[in-house]
């Protein structure tokens, strides 16, 4: 994994580049702090900072490979998972130097064009220059696991991995417009596809891909969510999903240097570690397994709707029946909000307050043992875990089933803002966007309909809020994530799968635990889902309490985007409206402003 950056223009020279290309290096060195490169040409200067997985001494880039009269110079973020099958086939046709899936991503690109994207299997965000055409093409994995943001005027491209990166070009200004507004205060953590949040950067969406020549940047999507009929019985399906996730755990697995996962006790991640476990031993290796815990919260967990028992019993039981190596990251309130103001740094946004922290600190202990990991990300977005596909009243209502408070957010934007920005319209015309962009059969009744609508709407929405939380804390500590159940192959095959089949014996996600029932112990196998933990000590609250009321004592830059009574009236707790699903109540939408007013300083946000 790595971060890509770079600026391609037709009209000046970015030979003069290298001032802007090192600040902007700079900003992504924590992506990849192992080697770093900067190439500059006429039209085009590429950036590079890598974290070295694969072909550890081959595998440098920029890289550049010349066919004919023709240069080609990638810079590539990701992982191929099916690098092998590639380099055979292009063999009889092509030389390799490297071990590297950067040399075949580039090859793959010389040999097929843009059509090479429908061949890979993996998580990638890269731009190739074609110095001969004078053009660039620039793609995003179909999950949208890798990030790809750009910003774009009449003379010149700029584009990197993070929004940090792209603030560091002098040519890019750090300021928040109505669109900014309304995607902090209505929409956040999550975000509109393709919105980069400050005025003028956009993102490539996942699935997307194009160039940018002098004509300008022309995208297209090359890859969505299809809708298909499925001829097979629950048995046949079940062996199907069993071939499909097995595979891709497998096949994530492959790295020069250690792999470890992350353990939550949970169905997800305690079926990629025991996968993992399993590969590992054959080669006379032992997993290192990763969790997180709070001080305190064995006396101060209480049960609820969404989170019916604590982790740590599930964790210790896999523990044990892995055989692993296992570390445990307890933190403490005090770190956690701390650690707020730098998680809100590595998201390049104000994110999912503590639950971004807590991660933060999880990836940073990592880091400490080793550079890849596995988590159990997205297999409740596929596989219908989530309780709004499961509860009818939820799942039928028009509009984010996480992200009921419309009327709530809104009544924070300042006068300036809230008289300009139909809140209401801004969210649900985002909604009926998407729901309407699910691909359905003919013959879908009303529920299978609707479920497909809730999977383009979690896939689309709520899967990429987690998915950017998991690269932004992981990359900032220099560790590389994987996510199994984010192959596209899964992806594909699930949208189709009846919903009865998905919640079989009306358990959530109930397909996948009998698929793959011979990988854990029943206890862990028919585990109640549980959400990603959090503190339930009251301190918590205090703490968070304290720091925004000492914000609004020192003066803060957000009141010119937030009105301040409104703030004032949060902290006196009198609110409990859930910000953003079962994660953001009350102590996260509190330390979501903490974050913002950070983000806001740190980047020196302009209204």
């Known amino acids: 994994m790595c971060g890509i950056a770079g600026a391609i223009s037709f009209l000046e020279d970015m030979r003069g580049e290298m001032k802007n290309c090192e600040a902007m290096q700079s900003a992504l060195l924590r992506r990849g702090p192992d080697q770093r490169g900067i190439v500059l040409s006429r039209n085009a200067a590429l950036i590079h900072t890598r974290l070295a997985v694969i072909d550890i001494s081959g595998g440098r880039q920029p890289m550049s490979c010349s066919c004919g009269d023709r ?52 998580i990638f965000a890269f731009v190739i220059y074609d110095e001969a055409e004078e053009r660039v093409f620039m793609v995003r994995d179909r999950i949208g696991v890798k990030p790809l943001f750009y910003w ?33 205060l209505l929409m956040a953590p999550g975000r509109t596809p393709g919105c980069g949040v400050i005025k003028g950067i956009k993102e490539v969406k996942p699935g997307w891909c194009g160039y940018y020549s002098h004509r300008g940047l022309e995208l297209r999507e090359y890859w969505r969510l299809s809708a298909y009929e499925l001829h ?48 590992l031993k054959k080669q006379g290796r032992q997993l290192s397994t990763f969790s997180v815990d709070y001080l305190g919260n064995d006396k101060f967990f209480q049960k609820s709707r969404f989170q019916p028992d604590s982790d740590p019993e599930y964790i210790r039981i896999m523990a044990e029946y892995l055989g692993s190596d296992h570390h445990w990251r307890t933190v403490e309130v005090a770190e956690l909000v701390d650690a707020l103001d730098e998680a809100a740094e590595a998201r390049g946004l104000p994110g999912m307050a503590d639950v971004d922290a807590s991660l933060l600190l999880l990836c940073r202990e990592i880091k400490e043992y080793g550079t890849v990991a596995l988590s159990g990300e997205c297999a409740d977005e596929i596989f219908g875990g989530y309780p709004w596909y499961r509860d009818k009243d939820i799942r039928m209502t028009d509009g984010f089933p996480w992200a009921q408070s419309t009327a709530y957010r809104s009544s924070f934007l300042c006068d300036r ?23 359905k059969l003919i013959s879908d009744n009303e529920t299978e309909g609707r479920m497909k609508e809730m999977t383009q709407l979690n896939f689309t929405w709520f899967m990429q809020t987690l998915l950017d939380r998991k690269d932004r804390m992981s990359m900032y500590s220099g560790l590389e994530v994987r996510v199994p159940f984010c192959d596209y192959r899964i992806a594909e095959y699930l949208y189709n799968v009846p919903w009865e089949y998905k919640d079989w014996q009306g358990r959530e996600k109930g397909l996948l635990r009998e698929a793959m029932k011979e990988w854990l112990p029943d206890k862990v196998l028919w585990r109640k889902k549980s959400p990603y933990p959090k503190t339930h000590d009251p ?31 949060l902290l006196t707790h009198e609110d409990h409206v859930q910000w953003y699903g079962q994660l953001m109540n009350l102590p996260q939408t509190i330390a979501f402003f903490i974050q913002l007013d950070h983000w806001m300083k740190h980047f020196d946000i302009k209204v």
């Open 71 to 122: 240069k080609f110079t990638i810079v590539y973020n990701g992982e191929l998972y099916n690098t092998d099958e590639l380099r055979r086939e292009l063999s009889s046709d092509m030389c390799f130097e490297t071990r590297s899936d950067t040399e075949v991503v580039l090859k793959s690109y010389i040999m097929w064009g843009e059509e090479c994207v429908d061949r890979f299997n993996g």
């Open 152 to 184: 774009e005027d009449e003379k010149k491209l700029v584009f990197a991995s993070e929004i940090p990166a792209l603030l560091a070009h002098p040519d890019i200004p750090a300021e928040i417009d109505e669109t900014g507004a309304a995607e902090l």
């Open 232 to 279: 097979e019985n629950f048995e046949q399906t079940a062996e199907h999903v069993r071939e499909l996730v097995l595979d891709s755990i497998r096949r994530q697995l492959v790295s020069d240097v250690p792999v470890c996962t992350f353990l939550s006790g949970g169905l997800d991640s305690s079926l990629i570690s025991s996968v993992a476990a399993h590969e």
């Open 417 to 439: 803002f809230a008289e300009r920005i139909n809140s209401s319209d801004y969210v649900y015309s985002a909604y009926r966007r998407t729901a309407d962009n699910a691909e």
């Open 539 to 569: 301190a918590f609250l205090d703490a968070v309490t304290k720091k925004l009321r000492m914000i609004l004592d020192e003066g803060t830059p957000m009141t010119e985007l937030v009105k301040r009574e409104e703030l004032e009236r």
